[in-house]
């Protein structure tokens, strides 16, 4: 009878409760004893018991890095999942299950950035606003609007986004939201831009059918004048060129491009010093293609480059680290394969601490605006 009577009650008694404690809501409901209630107020008042429970990815609702889901009023940072795969047409696309990935095993990562002295969870207000929706998920010039639209109420409020795709074409959607909007106070966005490859393809119009593809975004942002290319860096290409001039675009639009084997000559210090030059005053927007990294690191991305060793993690975190303390508007990582992931979901990991860097940068000047 007890079972029969949970059952019939459950909406009503979801409706007065917080989402996160659950598990032991659900423990309460079967049992009716106080006891639970003891242990439930136990374990959410003591830090380390809770830290210990938070860190097990398989127990509770998954949330982005066990935010809350909320909405982004009155909130300084939104955690944002684009499951969006049509605008790269060249490989298998399941790039859309990389949200759902990541809220996975999101909390198996680190709640404390040691590097910078602190808890970016307490330094700032950080909801997971949920997926932006696709009712037309095939059609991407259609999704590619609905990121706009999506990101530009989040715009509205304050909140600076920080995603988790998704192909790279998200980035247009996003970028079209924030270059020369609220957050930017009018101002265009300027990229730190790690990837394998330029995205700035202009020799033909479309992608397999996509005009605001993957490859396009970096071209029509700056047509558009949402992006800055002369104080936008674009670093660690290294793609396999199918044409001699596959870097042109970038140069002629103004992009300061440093290829891999330009990196791997010049070293790590030198171009932490040219970023920080380039982009220093400016509004910047982060994006981050996994496929910058070496495959032994990434294998779960949509566009495999195996032929030139890839930045290594700490490579990828010091180039991040090099706009620490500048006006960072916003950021995503895209083109995970969850499919194509290891075992260990390596590249989703990986793809979790990129996005903990961008977090904690985001939650430090929050703390410092104070």
């Not at 606003?129 to 259609?142: C, H, L, S, T």
């Not at 924030?178 to 300027?190: D, N, Q």
């Not at 140069?251 to 932490?272: Q, W």
């Not at 970023?275 to 990434?298: E, H, N, S």
Request: aromatic content about 8%; glycine content about 8%; proline content about 5%.
């Amino acid at each position: 009878m007890v079972f029969i009577f949970v059952l019939l009650n459950w909406p009503e008694i979801l409706a007065t409760q917080d989402v996160v404690n659950l598990p032991m809501l659900y423990l309460d409901a079967f049992s009716g004893s106080n006891t639970n209630q003891r242990i439930e107020d136990h374990l959410m008042t003591d830090k380390h018991l809770n830290s210990m429970m938070e860190n097990l990815y398989w127990w509770g609702i998954p949330t982005l890095f066990r935010c809350t889901n909320d909405e982004a009023k009155n909130k300084d940072i939104a955690l944002v999942g684009v499951p969006h795969s049509t605008g790269n047409g060249t490989t298998e696309r399941d790039q859309h299950l990389g949200p759902r990935a990541l809220r996975n095993v999101s909390s198996v990562g680190r709640r404390m950035h040691s590097d910078f002295q602190l808890n970016p969870w307490e330094a700032a207000k950080i909801v997971d606003v949920g997926d932006v929706p696709f009712p037309r998920a095939n059609d991407n010039e259609d999704c590619i609007e609905q990121i706009t639209r999506f990101f530009g109420k989040i715009d509205e409020t304050g909140a600076r986004p920080v995603s988790i795709g998704g192909d790279h074409s998200i980035t247009g959607g996003i970028v079209q939201a924030l270059g020369c909007g609220e957050i930017t106070k009018g101002e265009p966005v300027c990229f730190l831009h790690l990837d394998a490859h330029s995205d700035v393809f202009t020799k033909v119009d479309h992608f397999l059918g996509a005009k605001k593809s993957a490859a396009h975004w970096g071209a029509y942002l700056a047509d558009q004048g949402k992006v800055d290319p002369k104080h936008s860096m674009q670093i660690g290409l290294r793609g396999h060129a199918r044409t001699l001039d596959w870097l042109e675009p970038s140069y002629e639009y103004g992009y300061n491009v440093v290829t891999m084997k330009e990196f791997r000559k010049r070293g790590l210090l030198d171009v932490v010093d040219q970023i920080k030059t380039v982009l220093a005053g400016r509004p910047v927007y982060i994006t981050f293609d996994l496929d910058c990294l070496d495959p032994t690191i990434a294998p779960g991305v949509a566009n495999i480059e195996a032929g030139e060793k890839g930045f290594d993690i700490d490579e990828a975190i010091s180039l991040l680290q090099a706009v620490r303390g500048m006006n960072i508007v916003g950021g995503d990582i895209v083109c995970m394969m969850p499919t194509k992931d290891s075992p260990n979901q390596i590249t989703a990991l990986t793809a979790t601490a990129i996005m903990f860097e961008m977090i904690s940068m985001i939650a430090e000047n929050v703390a410092t605006s104070k």
